[in-house]
């Protein structure tokens, strides 16, 4: 009876992983849509080209030594008993669930990670030089990272984040802030679109093509996310683990609310009008802001968490324009600074973090991502040119990048 039972919570917990991570999956739509509706109808294709490409690479990169590094320190012999074993590799009981479900979890995490910089870098990256970094980015940038956090392991074998008090339930620090990390590198060694800022301290608008598209790209991406977070409870098949589920789906789903409500306020306040990029955004700011710990909270709480996500990305988005920091999506405040406000949040209910183990451990995350990113950006500008021509960038990238343009009937792709 004992051995019935186990089966049918391995096989309900099992094809849980695997739906959530098929939602997860989901993102990566998510994602194309709402940066194809954010940049200029002349970059379309590239950056739809960009989206599928890099989940293609991290998908492959993850699985020849990406899973490794982050749970196995490294030995492949690990991954391969891992993967394709009956149990997880090293352990003397049977796991909860197959291994194969937990690496596919894992896998579309990484390429949310890499989603975030597409965005950041859009309409005058290369498409090649991208793709180059994706293979870096998700092969070992982020799996080191995700060794010292969700691996366990010591960062540098000099100290364990966990024991110093670290917490990060979904990622808004190992995902989010880590993929905005590498972000940040690209565009400050790529430099902003021609025409964005002018002399004196102008800041020009560079309005989307398409509002719609973002619009449902920021739907797919909020559907999508209780995948992320109720995924992360790891379990479903026991009445605790079930109720744990149900607490994470909810909190995530108020959280993105009070951030669409509170930015959409905000900006009704600071520009005179109902800015729907900001409410997309402010959304987004939301669920990456409780992503860190969507268990402890209560609605309430979870409520006024995505909020603050919500007022700090308007925020933010408004003063990295003012550095002349080119984000043509957003990406880099509502998955960096508010990634690193749902890290600080942490604490406030749930007991076994600490502030200070917060700060080291986004701290660690950002060094390393940013640093190691920046290196391989630099190399990669170095050898091969990371920013098209002038030319091809007042054309559109669709055309020098892709030979194709998205909408070939009802534009010009000078426009």
Known sequence: MENEIFQLQYALDTFYFLVCGALVMWMAAGFAMLEAGLVRSKNT?????????????????????????????GDFTMFLSGIMGDGVAGAEEPAAYAPSA????????????????????AER????AFLVFAVVMTGVIYPMEGSWTWGGMPVFGMYTLGDLGFSDFA?????????????????ILLGARKGKYGKNGQINAIPGANLPLATLGTFILWLGWFGFNGGSVLATASV???????????????????????????????????????????ALAGLVAITAEPSTPTPLLATIFGAAGGLLVVFSIVTLDKLKIDDPVGAISVHGVVGLLGLMLVPLTNDGSSFSGQIVGALTIFVWVFVASFVTWLVIKTVMGIRVSEEEEYDGVDLSECGME??????????
């Open 102 to 121: 937990d690496f596919y979890f894992q896998v579309v995490f990484v390429a949310t990670a890499m989603s975030i910089v597409s965005g950041a870098v």
């Open 45 to 73: 294709t590239e950056i739809l080209t960009k989206n599928v490409a890099l989940f293609a690479v991290a998908c492959t990169m993850y699985m020849v030594c990406g899973y490794s590094i982050m749970y196995g320190g």
């Open 125 to 128: 990256m290369k498409l090649w």
């Open 406 to 415: 998205a909408y070939p009937e009802f534009t010009n792709a000078t426009t």
């Open 240 to 282: 605790e683990s079930a109720n744990a589920v149900a607490i994470v789906f909810m909190n995530t789903n108020a959280a993105a609310a009070g951030g669409l409500i509170a930015s959409m306020i905000l900006a009704r306040i600071m520009f005179g009008k109902a800015d729907l990029t900001m409410a997309l955004n402010g």
């Open 171 to 187: 990622g808004s620090g190992i995902v989010h802030m880590a993929g905005a990390a590498a972000a940040l590198a690209g565009v």
